[in-house]
């Protein structure tokens, strides 16, 4: 499993480069991703598209992937009005994140 750890702005300057240097690092043998936003101060639409082909791209592939964002943060605001808590799991802690992924079956809440 990989665990990225981001911060600062997600935006369309950075989103391209990030999408690329992330999958690059997913190969096929990993169980999944787990991409830590806490220290994400600032995501734009280009930002929750990564967020969405990375979880599209990994689902094909039968892998997981788990956002870690504070529930009181802008950005878990900002995931909340695109419904990312619905189709991609988002939990507040990277250790559970971690546990999720390593019981098969189960979901993080």
Not at 6 to 19: C, F, Y
Not at 41 to 69: F, M, P, T
Not at 70 to 85: E, F, G, K, M, W
């Amino acid at each position: 499993m990989i665990v990225a750890n981001l911060d600062g702005e997600i935006d369309m300057s950075n989103a391209r480069r990030l999408a690329t240097s992330i999958a690059d690092e997913v190969t096929n043998d990993v169980l999944g991703l787990v991409v830590d936003l806490t220290e994400v101060r600032y995501i734009d639409s280009a930002g929750i598209q990564v967020i969405y082909d990375l979880h599209e791209r990994l689902n094909k592939r039968g892998q997981r992937l788990r956002l870690v964002v504070p529930p009181d943060s802008v950005i878990a605001r900002t995931l909340d009005l695109v419904n990312a808590s619905r189709a991609i799991g988002i939990v507040d802690a990277t250790e559970t994140a971690v546990a999720a992924m390593a019981s098969p079956g189960e979901e993080p809440g």
